[in-house]
């Protein structure tokens, strides 16, 4: 193992924010939540990932208002969470910075975790239950008003984006399987 990659514990444990363009050069950010396997160009970096996450959750300008995606049927979660702001708090401040911003499906019920047990893709070490079938993924949650572009962005920044590249537009691509997010 590269001694900068990330390492499945980390990864499932404390959970990543990354970063992708798409053909447009448009920006998507993904929270995978501890719940998703990073695509292997995220993996391969951990200092190239720490860097996007500071520049874009600390750093970048506000540049635009955000609109809400319609994600109650993708957030099981909705009814738990008591505060709907407090959600959209993360996920909105990405949008204001121009960025596409997406949430990933929770699927660590308790009969999700049983299945997992009995099937043997449950990982006791990293209490992470690996999608068998194909249908995890991540939902977009908010948009920007003014989407950003790679040419927005300092040129060290863009660089680092642009080694991720998802082979769909962001904003009319709504939701993005783990299986295909893996191969970018």
Known sequence: MNKDEIEDESNFCSGWDWFACD????????????LRHLPRTVKGDRQLTERLEEYFLEEAPDRCGYRVHDVQDDV??????????????KF??????????????????????????????????????YDINGSASYYLVTLPEQPLHLYDLPVEIAEMVARVRSPFPFGTTTHFKESE???W
Request: charged letters at 35%; zero cysteines; a neutral charge.
């Open 181 to 183: 997010t893996m191969l």
């Open 92 to 129: 909105g401040g990405i949008a204001r910075k121009g960025v596409f911003s997406h949430d990933t499906q929770n699927i660590r019920g308790r009969e999700e975790a049983e299945a997992a047990k009995r099937l043997g893709v449950f990982s006791a070490e990293t209490q992470h239950i």
């Open 76 to 89: 099981n979660e909705w009814k738990r969470v008591l505060d709907r702001e407090e959600y959209l708090k």
């Open 23 to 34: 053909a447009e050069g448009r920006i998507g950010h993904f929270d995978n939540g501890g």
